[in-house]
């Protein structure tokens, strides 16, 4: 289950922008003092900026150098000592040249962030998916007030995930309608990354190609241009990219080497908490149509020096089909050539090497092998 501020895939990092100029996030959480502290973290130059302020009646300042066009952060709030880290109340911002005011009562999620152009198009975005919030957030209290003989019922399980699935459904409408109405938006660009994630080439392009020139000039819309080639390459219908990495045993594999199968191409890692709890689903479909002409081929984005790690998960998770990796976490060939940003990540493709479905979790993965195969 997920919530919008901590979504259920492990992202690469958001699209970031360079240029110093003046900013100021100004604001109050409601009248706490020391050793409450507000947290500022963005990224700037390729590095991570933190800085901390001291509450006094509820007042805080951070100023600094801020990137000439806007850069997503997060304001973080612990009214403890235990510090940035521990912090579980938190709110996305956009650093950027301007002051920037927040007021919360008693949370820094509940927080109202005005004052420059990216916040305020912010706050209207998120306003934009209160209902999918809500929707979440009724996800979770139905799921709390379960019994735990309830939640293990196929009925209480098949219902939470048709819940799931038409929140994200109505997360992509949001998401898609935001961008055409905010064409000049950064919002909308960092809008665009999401809705990539589950969304097609022939849905994605228009939306980009519909965002204004600077937008599309600025160093994350040329980012996310120059990704659009290889989410074309990925689209249903196209031949999927030949690739070729190690094995456990570091024997490499090319991907035509299945061909004539139906495959799975799995991106995931073992530090990614979305994709390991993912895997039983995988598990499960690949223990059912293993027989039918199926298999799967796992492709991790562990780091460099992980692959100890890489092998526990594979048999602490029971994958019993190829795994391949280079060990380059992001910087992961296939995963480059596939245009991944985002795990965990699948691509469904048939027999002659065609992409044939993408981004089947949890019972669709089932549901589209039933619908090739036949139920079982």
């Not at 980009?208 to 241009?225: C, M, N, P, Q, V």
């Not at 048999?315 to 089909?321: F, N, R």
């Amino acid at each position: 289950m997920k919530k919008i501020a901590l979504s259920a895939i492990a992202f690469l990092p958001a699209l970031l922008f360079a240029q110093d100029t003046k900013f100021t996030v100004q604001g109050n959480v409601g009248t706490f003092g020391a050793p409450a502290k507000v947290y500022l973290q963005f990224r700037q130059d390729g590095k991570t900026v933190v800085d901390s302020a001291v509450l006094k009646d509820g007042k805080f300042t951070f100023t600094g150098q801020a990137p000439a066009v806007p850069t997503s952060g997060y304001l973080l709030f612990n009214p403890k000592r235990s510090g940035m880290n521990s912090s579980r109340d938190y709110k996305s911002i956009y650093v950027e040249q301007g002051t920037i005011n927040v007021s919360a009562a008693e949370t820094i999620a509940k927080a109202q962030v005005k004052g420059t152009k990216s916040n305020n198009e912010n706050e209207l975005y998120h306003t934009a998916l209160k209902p999918v919030n809500e929707g979440y957030d009724a996800m979770e209290a139905k799921e709390k007030a379960a019994t735990e003989e309830q939640k293990k019922s196929e009925a209480f399980i098949k219902q939470a995930k048709l819940d799931e699935k038409a929140i994200e459904e109505q997360e992509k409408i949001i998401n898609k309608k935001f961008i055409k109405d905010h064409p000049d938006s950064y919002v909308s660009l960092n809008a665009l990354q999401s809705f990539a994630y589950s969304a097609d080439y022939v849905d994605i392009a228009p939306l980009y190609e519909g965002l204004t020139a600077d937008i599309k000039a600025s160093k994350g819309g040329r980012a996310f241009g120059d990704i659009l080639p290889k989410l074309k390459a990925v689209a249903l219908g196209a031949t999927a990219p030949e690739f070729a990495e190690a094995d456990t045993s570091g024997k490499v594999i090319n991907l035509s080497s299945f061909r004539g199968k139906y495959v799975l191409i799995d991106f995931w890692a073992s530090w990614c908490g979305p994709c390991r709890a993912e895997n039983p689903n995988v598990v499960k479909a690949y223990n059912q149509y293993k027989t039918k002409n199926f298999t799967i081929v796992g492709v991790s984005l562990d780091r460099p020096n992980a692959k100890e790690a890489w092998l526990k998960a594979i048999h602490k998770d029971g994958l019993e089909w190829t795994q391949l990796s280079d060990l380059k976490f992001w910087d992961s060939k296939a995963a480059g050539m596939y245009g991944v940003r985002a795990i965990p990540q699948n691509f469904l493709i048939d027999p002659n090497g065609k992409i044939v479905g993408k981004n089947l979790r949890g019972d669709d993965l089932t549901a589209k092998l039933a619908e090739l195969f036949g139920k079982i």
